[in-house]
Each structure stands twice: as C-alpha cells, then as structure tokens.
C-alpha cells in the first residue's frame, strides 16, 4: 500500500498525541513511532494498513530502551490488558486527532 499524503498528515499529529501508553501513564512522550496495527491484533499478521496506526514511543512499541509499564513487543498481552486492545487505541488515536489533540 502506498503512503499517501493523507497518511504523511496523520502521522505528523503523532509527536502532538505522544505515545498513547506514556499518555496514560499521565506523562507527556513526543517522541513517537508509527505502529501499524495487524489483523487479529498478533505479531507477524498482516498489517491492516495505514489508516490502522497509533504513536508509541521506542519502549512501548520496540522495547527499545525503558518506559513504564509493559512494551507491547516484550509483552504483548499484559500491553494490551494495561492499555487497551488496538480497536480502542485506533480510536483513541482518531477522537485525538479530531480533537486536535489538545485532550486526553
């Protein structure tokens, strides 16, 4: 699937939205990746696509470095059980992008 400018303005709200993990941990993390989220919500699906993504920084995405609470690459399940499934991420994500981020 090509990345259409639409996908580039969505993800360029991430940095404002900050890693939805950190944010419910009440804390503030801009420093955001892409995660595309997969059929069936399990590693190794296949991507549902570019519209299906959500900011997560570098611990909670990767396990890369350290944060609080479970990385969803470490652990996925107690991720999920902590912060939600990837349907009530994905539409966190989007109510924050109308929203403008500006709430949480």
Known sequence: ???TAAHKARWSRFPA???LAC???GLANPNTQVHHL??????GQKRRGHDF???LCPWHHQGHGFGPGP???KQSKAFRAAYG??????AWTNELIRMG???A
């Open 1 to 3: 699937m090509n990345i």
């Open 23 to 25: 944010r419910k941990e």
């Open 85 to 90: 499934t990837d349907d009530e991420l994905l």
């Open 71 to 73: 990385s969803l690459a």
């Open 38 to 43: 997969n059929v069936g919500g399990k590693a």
């Open 17 to 19: 939205i900050g890693c």
């Open 101 to 103: 981020a500006l709430k």
């Open 53 to 55: 993504t959500i900011p």
